[in-house]
């Protein structure tokens, strides 16, 4: 069964601190990783896209990496900001273009 | 600007009636839209696939009878929740992929429309 499964679940981090996120799949065959930011109340906005060669990408202060070996992505996201308040969720599409949704990390930035 | 756009984006409906809502892609033809229903504090759950000109394909569990997807034009797909009651109150959120837009078709979301039925 193709699974996205996300850590943290949620996590407070001070503004202008650092923090990584991480997405571990089973999905098989993997076609492409994608990380989305997502504001209460509001639509999934993409930061990253990455196919099976891609190790990094970013966007921004946000870096995404990929293992396709170990099967593991990571979010980190540099000098946060009160707007990255938000829940960022890691979504892996299979050659089939089935998408498999990760449960999301809630990130609180505080001041 | 957004490239996909959900109409109505609130909507409050007495139980029993039926709400319809919208999809569309703004600049570019969506041959395959997604609907998803979001719980609170909980990740999206894909409800089916529409395509244009086709049948949807709903996910296990998903009634194709109360949740009508037409899809009759590359730009507008709309679900209709028909029969409404309390526990269809959610928030539910199209998306349409643009496979025009690089091999790996780049997938790009509505803002979502929160559902209250009272």
């Known amino acids: 069964k193709n699974q996205v499964e996300q850590s943290p679940q949620s996590l407070i981090i001070l503004e202008g601190k650092n923090c990584t996120l991480q997405c571990n799949y089973t999905v098989s065959p993997f076609s492409n990783l994608r990380w989305y930011k997502q504001d209460t109340g509001r639509g999934p906005v993409s930061l990253t896209i990455?196919?099976?060669?891609?190790n990094t990408k970013s966007n921004g202060r946000y870096t995404a990496t990929l293992d396709a070996d170990t099967k593991q992505s990571s979010l980190h996201i540099t000098a946060s900001q009160l707007s990255d308040s938000a829940s960022y969720i890691c979504v892996v599409s299979a050659g089939d273009y089935k998408l498999s949704f990760g449960a999301g990390t809630t990130v609180t930035v505080r001041a | 600007g957004a490239v996909v756009s959900q109409h109505p984006s609130r909507v409050i409906c007495k139980s029993g009636t039926s709400v319809k809502i919208e999809c569309r892609s703004l600049?570019?033809?969506?041959?395959?839209m997604f609907w998803y229903r979001q719980f609170p504090k909980q990740s999206l759950m894909l409800m089916a696939t529409?395509?244009?000109?086709?049948?949807?394909?709903?996910e296990q569990g998903v009634e194709k009878d109360k949740f009508l997807i037409n899809h009759a034009s590359l730009t507008l797909s709309t679900l209709t929740v028909t029969s409404a009651h309390p526990e269809d109150s959610s928030f539910y959120i199209c998306?349409?992929?643009?496979?025009?837009?690089?091999?790996?078709?780049?997938?790009?979301f509505g803002e979502g429309s929160r559902l209250t039925v009272l």
């Open positions: 990455m196919t099976f060669s891609e």
């Open positions: 600049d570019f033809q969506a041959t395959t």
């Open positions: 529409s395509n244009e000109g086709s049948k949807a394909t709903y």
């Open positions: 998306s349409a992929r643009a496979p025009e837009r690089g091999r790996t078709g780049e997938l790009f």
